[in-house]
């Protein structure tokens, strides 16, 4: 094991540097092993030099010696020779943002922690947890409830972790719409402008919000809050119209961010908002629309001292990043946010993340923007395993410390900042990326989600699948991960459970053609044996994923928002047993045909080919309703 002596140092390095012994194989000592020396510098730099027993780390921000921590101890771990380095941070702040209320996964302060750790030995320097309704405000009790909400004692506690490895945390909330899990109690029925946004311009509306902002900032260190303030889809169309009548949207937004900035500047905060909302009024409701109609005074609705985060993951030329960011100066000096695309199902789809996060950042680098963010979205279930995110911020992080993108140092950097290995997380891109997929994903496929939700009799996307080799492709990739719950270390039962959705997947996937097959070419004999073979193991096999994911979850999550995954796998596994039972029915005489299997598969969305971004559960087990508002 490496020893290094760190009595020069001064006591937050020391600190810092104790969280990290375990994760990253070293013991520190005053009196023995290499000694290193750090050298805060006015310079915009992270420079590295050891000599014999001696290394100095040259940095300007705390998250800069960490990078420089990394780089020295990864050299240290394959050679004993001296060793320089110097690189130079991109941004002033480069930041991830989780998602821990949209998919019911509440990350457990350890989790947190050890993505902190992971993400100092890369140089990020910013941690956003995105809370609609995940901690708590202790004036409303129904906000947040049976949510697995956060404490204050437990932001906190992730806010003392997160300093002394260089890292800011920055509460992330919802102040407009977005609060869909919120509004639902009756007891904020006087603040709703429709079910998911608030009543603009009524006095207990910012009495609320006031609530809101004080409880996000408590636990906090930092001045500066995320308000949120996106996808307010019905603004202006509920209560608002009723009682005002038709009001254009930009200034419903400017009198709400009016009033919200009157709290916030009385708390003595430093806000940030995403900025589709004001964008979208001058592009008939398109975020992203080409040429937008924006009136001269445009940034009159805009308070000077709020910063305005342009977000964007579908963009794969980098002059309409250019041109964005222009559009963006126009209201003050923007925070871009790109994605890591791990939120529409099971997969990682990482040919989309790359071909939008280098020309974005690229972008970024050349137009001087100083603040980027990842975000890592939960939509619909956080049906990914939160740890197959880390080459997306790895991705990012190695983007901040060069001008020009090294794919070899990146997939190098992964290996030695996640202790894992690159290939076998890169090809999660393959539970989505299947036959008859283009390569890298870019139309949004998650085949995985949908073939593992889907019904065995109605099958609404086997029209798209018929014919693709999904057995063969399912089995490979479960053989694949097999290796890779052997070889990963901290994140071996991760592949256990990649590897038991795939091997679900080679058995479920084509299970409704064939069952619909056999059915109309009247092959009994078919029919038998997938009652008597494959119905069953495709029932175990989800059965044994059931329990792995369960497991993973209570690992990483808190335990409240697990139920609506057990509801999706109990949905699963007894419309298994009811296939199996309702085959052997017809085998027996007992029902005279199967209704299901005799309607024809039509398309799903009314096109050929695989479908893109079906994430919705409810649209995808069923032609009906799952429940009067689901």
Same mark, same amino acid.
Not at 56 to 67: D, G, L, N, P
């Given at each position: 094991?490496?020893?290094?002596?760190?009595?020069?140092?001064?006591?937050?390095?020391?600190?810092?540097?104790?969280?990290?012994?375990?994760?990253?194989?070293?013991?520190?000592?005053?009196?023995?092993?290499?000694?290193?020396?750090?050298?805060?510098?006015?310079?915009?730099?992270?420079?590295?030099?050891?000599?014999?027993?001696?290394?100095?780390?040259?940095?300007?921000?705390?998250?800069?010696?960490?990078?420089?921590?990394?780089?020295?101890?990864?050299?240290?771990?394959?050679?004993?020779?001296?060793?320089?380095?110097?690189?130079?941070?991109?941004?002033?702040?480069?930041?991830?943002?989780?998602?821990?209320?949209?998919?019911?996964?509440?990350?457990?302060?350890?989790?947190?922690?050890?993505?902190?750790?992971?993400?100092?030995?890369?140089?990020?320097?910013?941690?956003?947890?995105?809370?609609?309704?995940?901690?708590?405000?202790?004036?409303?009790?129904?906000?947040?409830?049976?949510?697995?909400?956060?404490?204050?004692?437990?932001?906190?506690?992730?806010?003392?972790?997160?300093?002394?490895?260089?890292?800011?945390?920055?509460?992330?909330?919802?102040?407009?719409?977005?609060?869909?899990?919120?509004?639902?109690?009756?007891?904020?029925?006087?603040?709703?402008?429709?079910?998911?946004?608030?009543?603009?311009?009524?006095?207990?509306?910012?009495?609320?919000?006031?609530?809101?902002?004080?409880?996000?900032?408590?636990?906090?260190?930092?001045?500066?809050?995320?308000?949120?303030?996106?996808?307010?889809?019905?603004?202006?169309?509920?209560?608002?119209?009723?009682?005002?009548?038709?009001?254009?949207?930009?200034?419903?937004?400017?009198?709400?961010?009016?009033?919200?900035?009157?709290?916030?500047?009385?708390?003595?905060?430093?806000?940030?908002?995403?900025?589709?909302?004001?964008?979208?009024?001058?592009?008939?409701?398109?975020?992203?629309?080409?040429?937008?109609?924006?009136?001269?005074?445009?940034?009159?609705?805009?308070?000077?001292?709020?910063?305005?985060?342009?977000?964007?993951?579908?963009?794969?030329?980098?002059?309409?990043?250019?041109?964005?960011?222009?559009?963006?100066?126009?209201?003050?000096?923007?925070?871009?946010?790109?994605?890591?695309?791990?939120?529409?199902?099971?997969?990682?789809?990482?040919?989309?993340?790359?071909?939008?996060?280098?020309?974005?950042?690229?972008?970024?680098?050349?137009?001087?923007?100083?603040?980027?963010?990842?975000?890592?979205?939960?939509?619909?279930?956080?049906?990914?395993?939160?740890?197959?995110?880390?080459? &997306? $911020?790895? /991705?990012?992080?190695?983007?901040?410390?060069?001008? %020009?993108?090294? @794919?070899?140092?990146?997939? *190098?950097?992964? +290996?030695?900042?996640?202790?894992?290995?690159?290939?076998?997380?890169?090809?999660?891109?393959?539970?989505?990326?299947?036959?008859?997929?283009?390569?890298?994903?870019?139309?949004?496929?998650?085949?995985?989600?949908?073939?593992?939700?889907?019904?065995?009799?109605?099958?609404?996307?086997?029209?798209?699948?018929? &014919? $693709?080799? /999904?057995?063969?492709?399912?089995?490979?990739?479960? %053989?694949?991960? @097999?290796?890779?719950?052997? *070889?990963?270390? +901290?994140?071996?039962?991760?592949?256990?459970?990649?590897?038991?959705?795939?091997?679900?997947?080679?058995?479920?996937?084509?299970?409704?053609?064939?069952?619909?097959?056999?059915?109309?070419?009247?092959?009994?004999?078919?029919?038998?044996?997938?009652?008597?073979?494959?119905?069953?193991?495709?029932?175990?096999?989800?059965?044994? /994923?059931?329990?792995?994911?369960?497991?993973?979850?209570?690992?990483?999550?808190?335990?409240?928002?697990?139920?609506?995954?057990?509801?999706?796998?109990?949905?699963?596994?007894?419309?298994?047993?009811?296939?199996?039972?309702?085959?052997?029915?017809?085998?027996?005489?007992?029902?005279?045909?199967?209704?299901?299997?005799?309607?024809?598969?039509?398309?799903?969305?009314?096109?050929?080919?695989?479908?893109?971004?079906?994430?919705?559960?409810?649209?995808?087990?069923?032609?009906?309703?799952?429940?009067?508002?689901?």
């Amino acid at each position: 094991m490496i020893q290094i002596n760190i009595a020069s140092l001064n006591s937050e390095l020391k600190q810092g540097l104790i969280l990290l012994c375990e994760d990253y194989d070293f013991a520190l000592s005053d009196t023995e092993g290499l000694q290193l020396f750090a050298e805060h510098t006015g310079e915009n730099l992270v420079q590295v030099s050891l000599k014999g027993q001696s290394a100095v780390i040259r940095y300007h921000q705390k998250s800069h010696f960490f990078r420089g921590f990394s780089l020295l101890l990864e050299h240290l771990k394959e050679s004993s020779a001296d060793y320089a380095a110097a690189e130079t941070p991109q941004f002033d702040e480069l930041g991830a943002m989780f998602d821990v209320s949209q998919g019911n996964a509440v990350l457990r302060v350890s989790s947190v922690k050890a993505m902190l750790r992971r993400m100092a030995m890369m140089g990020m320097n910013m941690l956003m947890l995105y809370c609609e309704d995940s901690y708590t405000v202790e004036e409303e009790p129904y906000f947040g409830y049976m949510r697995g909400r956060y404490t204050e004692a437990e932001l906190k506690e992730c806010d003392d972790y997160a300093y002394l490895l260089g890292i800011e945390m920055i509460p992330c909330i919802q102040t407009l719409s977005h609060l869909i899990d919120v509004l639902k109690w009756p007891a904020f029925d006087n603040i709703k402008e429709d079910y998911e946004t608030l009543f603009v311009g009524g006095d207990e509306t910012y009495a609320f919000i006031e609530h809101l902002i004080r409880a996000a900032v408590k636990p906090f260190r930092t001045k500066r809050i995320h308000i949120g303030m996106d996808e307010a889809w019905h603004l202006g169309t509920g209560r608002y119209l009723a009682e005002h009548g038709l009001v254009p949207g930009e200034r419903i937004m400017q009198e709400h961010l009016s009033r919200v900035m009157e709290i916030v500047r009385k708390l003595g905060l430093q806000p940030m908002m995403w900025s589709d909302m004001f964008l979208r009024q001058f592009g008939g409701g398109d975020y992203y629309k080409e040429q937008l109609d924006i009136p001269k005074d445009a940034a009159s609705l805009v308070p000077p001292d709020i910063d305005m985060v342009y977000w964007d993951y579908y963009h794969e030329d980098e002059a309409f990043y250019d041109s964005r960011i222009q559009t963006h100066r126009l209201f003050g000096e923007p925070i871009f946010a790109g994605g890591v695309w791990t939120w529409v199902g099971f997969g990682a789809n990482w040919g989309l993340t790359y071909a939008t996060t280098h020309p974005a950042l690229q972008s970024c680098k050349k137009n001087g923007i100083r603040r980027i963010f990842a975000t890592i979205w939960g939509d619909n279930g956080t049906e990914c395993n939160i740890w197959a995110n880390l080459p &997306g $911020l790895q /991705l990012f992080a190695e983007h901040g410390y060069a001008e %020009s993108f090294d @794919e070899e140092k990146f997939r *190098r950097r992964f +290996a030695f900042c996640c202790g894992a290995v690159y290939k076998d997380f890169d090809d999660l891109r393959y539970l989505d990326e299947i036959p008859g997929c283009k390569p890298g994903n870019l139309e949004q496929v998650n085949a995985s989600k949908y073939l593992l939700w889907q019904d065995p009799l109605m099958g609404l996307f086997d029209y798209h699948i018929k &014919g $693709l080799p /999904l057995r063969e492709h399912y089995q490979n990739l479960t %053989s694949h991960f @097999e290796k890779a719950m052997t *070889r990963n270390g +901290a994140y071996n039962e991760m592949f256990r459970f990649y590897m038991l959705l795939s091997k679900t997947l080679a058995a479920k996937a084509e299970l409704g053609l064939c069952l619909t097959q056999a059915y109309r070419a009247g092959d009994r004999e078919a029919l038998k044996t997938l009652a008597a073979e494959a119905i069953p193991q495709a029932i175990e096999y989800a059965e044994q /994923l059931r329990r792995c994911h369960k497991a993973n979850w209570f690992i990483d999550n808190k335990t409240m928002g697990w139920d609506i995954m057990d509801m999706r796998y109990g949905s699963l596994l007894i419309r298994l047993h009811s296939a199996k039972e309702q085959v052997e029915a017809y085998l027996n005489g007992d029902e005279n045909s199967l209704e299901e299997l005799a309607e024809p598969r039509r398309s799903f969305n009314g096109k050929e080919g695989l479908v893109p971004y079906a994430n919705w559960y409810g649209r995808i087990v069923s032609a009906s309703r799952i429940a009067p508002e689901a």
